[in-house]
């Protein structure tokens, strides 16, 4: 059964600080692994997609690696803004199969 | 831009009745979910809908859930006998094959 864990669960950081995001799975037999935002009491918002034959993607100020052998992903994000504050969710999935969540690291950037 | 539309927002019901949440998926696409979130915990998943038919479905999804896709293009989640544990946000998603887009989700709250 896949598992996702990321670490940190929580962080808070100054405003301009780059900071990273860490993901990591159990079964690396993936299809597919996804970053996502949360803000508070909302849906999920898609930030970048990996597919299993990639090793990153980048858009705007996010960068997403993955490291399919080793079982992990890390989301890199430069220049922290407060808007930036919100949850992120790593998920993966198999082909055919339903996306597995991770608990999310709930990020804090202060002004 | 598409996006994954949830009625309603926010739902009260009391214990015991039965409640419908809508969704209407991305045209084109294939591939349905719906996952929940009980506050402060992970994004779990519920079933998955493909070509007609439950393609997946967790240990929560059991005979107090449905699904229904009634008119090609809505796609509802019916929970039947409401109990106080089935409070949560609700998500719909719906996927080409690769990346998932996801609602704002519907609130439910029994009471």
């Known amino acids: 059964k896949q598992e996702v864990t990321q670490i940190p669960a929580a962080l808070s950081v100054p405003e301009g600080e780059n900071l990273v995001l860490n993901c990591s799975f159990t079964?690396?037999?993936?299809?597919?692994l996804q970053w996502f935002r949360q803000d508070p009491g909302k849906g999920l918002t898609s930030l970048l997609l990996?597919?299993?034959?990639?090793r990153e993607q980048t858009s705007g100020r996010l960068n997403a690696s993955l490291d399919k052998s080793s079982g992990r992903s890390t989301l890199y994000i430069a220049a922290s803004q407060p808007g930036d504050s919100a949850t992120y969710l790593c998920?993966?999935?198999?082909?055919?199969?339903?996306?597995?969540f991770g608990p999310g690291t709930r990020l804090s950037v202060l002004p | 831009e598409p996006e994954v539309t949830q009625t309603p927002s926010h739902q009260v019901t009391q214990m015991g009745q039965e409640v419908i949440l809508r969704c209407v998926p991305i045209?084109?696409?294939?591939?349905f979910y719906w996952y929940r979130q009980i506050l402060g915990q992970k994004v779990e998943f519920l079933v998955s809908?493909?070509?007609?038919?439950?393609?997946?479905k967790s240990e929560i999804f059991d005979d107090q859930f449905s699904v229904e896709r009634p008119d090609g293009s809505n796609f509802t989640l019916k929970i039947r006998s409401t109990k106080l544990e089935d409070s949560a946000m609700y998500f719909c998603?719906?996927?080409?094959?690769?990346?998932?887009?996801f609602g704002q989700g519907t609130r439910l709250t029994v009471v």
């Open positions: 045209s084109n696409h294939l591939y």
């Open positions: 998603a719906s996927s080409p094959g690769s990346e998932a887009f």
């Open positions: 998920a993966v999935v198999r082909w055919g199969q339903n996306f597995v």
């Open positions: 079964d690396s037999a993936i299809y597919n």
């Open positions: 990996i597919q299993s034959s990639q």
């Open positions: 809908f493909y070509n007609n038919e439950i393609s997946e």
